[in-house]
């Protein structure tokens, strides 16, 4: 069977607060924010992502969504984030480690699997972590 995204995307939600939102997702799937899923905000592009941390059906999750009354009044839309092997870390500073980095991004409570790389880009605070699989994409 295909690996499924744990994370949602939703877009166009300048019109739904972030608050408002959370309630929606815990109304519509049933689950407790920050205990099943999280949900980062990215106001700049009006998008929010809710990432699962209880094992859930995220294709039907979504279908719920689109299907939703209240989603489609805010006309905010639901997709599966496209699934990666590698993610960007912004703001780390300086001081921070590769090995640091590594063990942060392997630990399950992070969200994370095993990184096969940590490339540190100091100029820019950041760095690329990949991962040996798509499971940890934290």
């Known amino acids: 069977s295909a690996e499924?995204?744990?994370?949602?995307?939703f877009e166009n939600i300048q019109g739904c607060s972030p608050k408002c939102l959370r309630m929606l997702l815990e109304n519509i799937s049933g689950l407790t924010v920050d205990d099943d899923f999280t949900v980062e905000v990215i106001p700049e592009i009006n998008v929010a992502v809710a990432t699962f941390i209880k094992s859930i059906d995220t294709e039907e999750f979504?279908?719920?969504c689109s299907q939703n009354k209240r989603i489609k009044k805010?006309?905010?839309t639901a997709r599966?984030?496209?699934l990666?092997?590698?993610i960007k870390a912004e703001n780390i500073p300086a001081s921070v480690s590769t090995d640091y980095i590594t063990?942060?991004?392997e630990s399950a409570r992070n969200g994370g699997g095993p990184v096969s790389d940590v490339q540190?880009?100091?100029e820019e605070n950041s760095a690329i972590i990949t991962f040996c699989?798509?499971?940890g994409n934290a």
């Open 84 to 86: 990666t092997q590698s």
């Open 120 to 122: 540190l880009f100091p």
């Open 62 to 64: 979504v279908k719920k």
């Open 4 to 9: 499924t995204s744990p994370s949602v995307v």
């Open 80 to 82: 599966l984030l496209e």
């Open 133 to 135: 699989d798509r499971k």
């Open 74 to 76: 805010f006309k905010v």
């Open 103 to 105: 063990v942060y991004f």
